[in-house]
């Protein structure tokens, strides 16, 4: 999963994920990440997955778009880096993934194991 921190701004100490991609960051309420603040467009920003290259950002239309302080119109994300739009500021970050809680699976498996020892084993006396 991905996440921005919030640095700067309205956003300042949030954590906004985006969980799946492609996504888009705006003011407008059709945004995967609506963000209302200061030079933050409609629609400014598309996350997607490239397979070449990983997780990029996109800066829609002439958007403006800074990562680590460098102008941008589309760039590949790596861990820690900053991006600024408008009067805010945000730290991508991978997530770290949340494994699944498979206790309901395990104990149905764990019955239809116990339950095919019993049967065999009462088969087993038959014979």
Do not use: K, Y
């Not at 403006?64 to 590949?76: C, T």
């Amino acid at each position: 999963m991905v996440e921005l921190q919030g640095l700067v701004g309205p956003v300042a100490g949030r954590h906004l994920r985006i969980r799946r991609l492609p996504a888009t960051l705006g003011r407008s309420p059709a945004c995967d990440i609506q963000v209302d603040a200061p030079g933050v467009w409609d629609e400014h920003l598309r996350f997607h997955w490239d397979r070449a290259h990983g997780i990029c950002v996109t800066a829609v239309g002439r958007a403006g778009l800074l990562v680590n302080d460098q102008p941008a119109s589309e760039v590949r994300l790596r861990n820690g880096d900053v991006l600024a739009v408008g009067g805010i500021r945000f730290r991508f970050a991978l997530s770290p993934v949340q494994p699944r809680r498979l206790w309901v699976a395990s104990a149905f498996s764990w019955f239809l194991i116990l339950g095919t020892l019993i049967l065999q084993g009462l088969l087993l006396q038959l014979l």
